[in-house]
């Protein structure tokens, strides 16, 4: 972050990090089975969210455990099981999530473009930032560790009511049935509003503030 905007990146889950007995992205995450799938996730949600563009090796998108090898294809068979294929969803809707989101792209090289909330929560490993254009923002909250919390406490800029939109918890990952959140005058991550939520072990949330309805002529 210190010369994020001193030109424009691209950010690699990378090939030299995935080869020559260095393991896969899915295994490089303790925990069990379920674990890693959760921890790659957030992984994605991370990379996603954060000012930059992205690239991501093969294999990557459906959670494939064997390291990128030059002279094999990615192992689609993968795909007939169900964690693979769900892995592989939940990648779809995330790339469809930054097309639709103009604040997690619009303003990438621009400081402008994105504020910490939290990025010193060493007791919860939980970070919290914002993404911004030049008209609406998203709030990302990242939950680092196996640690889920009915009422976590989220500071937001702005009063009005606000709901998750986006989840790496379960699918369908895209959220339209959660309810909105109205703010409450709680100070919160230097701010004046919050609310409060619930976020699960190794999740990751993505909310947005409900729009301001038209007024009719």
Do not use: C
Request: glycine fraction near 6%.
């Amino acid at each position: 972050m210190h010369y994020g905007y001193s030109e424009n990146f691209i950010l690699p889950f990378s090939h030299d990090e995935v080869v020559h007995g260095k393991k896969a992205l899915i295994d490089k995450p303790v925990g069990d089975y379920e674990d890693k799938f959760k921890t790659l996730k957030l992984l994605m949600l991370y990379q996603m969210t954060h000012p930059g563009k992205k690239l991501n090796f093969m294999g990557n998108e459906i959670g494939q455990f064997i390291e990128w090898r030059y002279y094999e294809p990615v192992e689609w068979f993968l795909l007939d099981y169900e964690k693979h294929e769900d892995h592989r969803q939940f990648n779809g809707l995330l790339n469809r999530l930054y097309m639709q989101e103009k604040s997690l792209y619009e303003q990438d090289h621009d400081p402008a473009g994105f504020k910490w909330m939290d990025a010193d929560n060493r007791d919860q490993s939980i970070y919290i930032y914002e993404r911004k254009s030049t008209d609406e923002s998203v709030t990302i909250v990242l939950n680092f560790t196996p640690v889920e919390y009915n009422d976590f406490r989220v500071g937001v800029e702005t009063p009005g009511e606000y709901r998750v939109m986006f989840t790496t918890k379960e699918a369908p990952y895209r959220i339209k049935r959660y309810s909105y959140i109205k703010t409450e005058e709680i100070p919160m991550h230097g701010q004046d509003q919050s609310i409060l939520l619930p976020i699960g072990a190794l999740e990751g949330l993505v909310i947005k503030k409900k729009k301001a309805a038209r007024k009719k002529k």
